[in-house]
């Protein structure tokens, strides 16, 4: 007997084959099973769409493409986000490996397969730019790690960073305290200091007072008399008197 499945990929027979003919009787029996089955499969909505198709192979050509279409774009979208991820320095490295593990089980769900070589190194290289220095250090070794290994050495790394970090801190917080905080100095008063005032003025040299020459004062007695007096003494001097 013609099996039924085959209405899947066979077309309904040629008009010019009599109706009766064998041939077109087992098409017509295997599309009547194999389109009752894949409408009671369906979803209400889906069996509205598909309920006026006559033919069981455009129903199940339809949904192959359908959801092979819908398969592969889901797969690029996957492999999208696995490329795109990256590891960011404010979120939990922990918490990060986490998502890298869920993106893996969404490319497996896909049924891609990636060499644990890649999956590893690909981590190693979506490590945050503080982790230059380690990145270096994994890629120059010599053994190949497993993702576990990588993960496990990963997390230590994580775990001695905070530790140094808390350290540091704590010693900057003591050294802080330590440091003593000095008085505003005061506004500067004039106070004089009499002292050095006098030890100034001692150290200066004494002036001598002005002395005043009295000038001789010359007063005319007589004719040719002139009394001069000068400091409380007199003399007498004649002089020649020119015509005036």
């Not at 894949?38 to 769409?49: R, T, Y």
């Not at 339809?62 to 398969?71: A, C, H, P, R």
């Not at 795109?84 to 404010?90: S, T």
């Not at 007096?229 to 003399?235: C, D, K, L, M, W």
Request: hydrophobic fraction near 35%; proline fraction near 5%.
């Amino acid at each position: 007997m013609y099996g039924v499945v085959a209405a899947l990929s066979s077309p309904k027979p040629d008009s010019t084959i009599p109706s009766n003919s064998k041939l077109v009787e087992e098409w017509t029996y295997a599309n009547k099973v194999c389109r009752h089955t894949l409408l009671s499969a369906l979803s209400n909505d889906l069996f509205d769409v598909y309920c006026s198709y006559k033919e069981a192979k455009d129903i199940w050509d339809s949904l192959i493409l359908k959801y092979t279409t819908e398969d592969v774009v889901r797969q690029r979208f996957v492999i999208g986000n696995y490329y795109r991820w990256e590891m960011i320095e404010d979120k939990d490295i922990k918490t990060q490996i986490n998502e890298y593990h869920k993106l893996l089980e969404d490319i497996k769900a896909e049924n891609i397969l990636l060499p644990d070589e890649f999956v590893s190194e690909l981590l190693i290289e979506k490590l945050p730019p503080s982790w230059t220095d380690y990145k270096q250090q994994l890629k120059h070794r010599h053994k190949q790690m497993s993702l576990p290994e990588l993960i496990t050495h990963i997390i230590i790394e994580d775990t001695n960073r905070k530790e140094s970090a808390t350290t540091r801190a704590k010693a900057l917080s003591a050294k802080t305290n330590m440091v003593e905080v000095k008085p505003a100095p005061k506004r500067y008063e004039y106070k004089p200091d009499h002292k050095k005032k006098n030890n100034f003025l001692k150290s200066r040299p004494h002036e001598s007072k002005p002395t005043f020459k009295r000038k001789e004062i010359a007063s005319y007695v007589g004719s040719q008399t002139i009394m001069h007096h000068s400091a409380g003494v007199e003399r007498e001097t004649t002089i020649l008197l020119g015509p005036i």
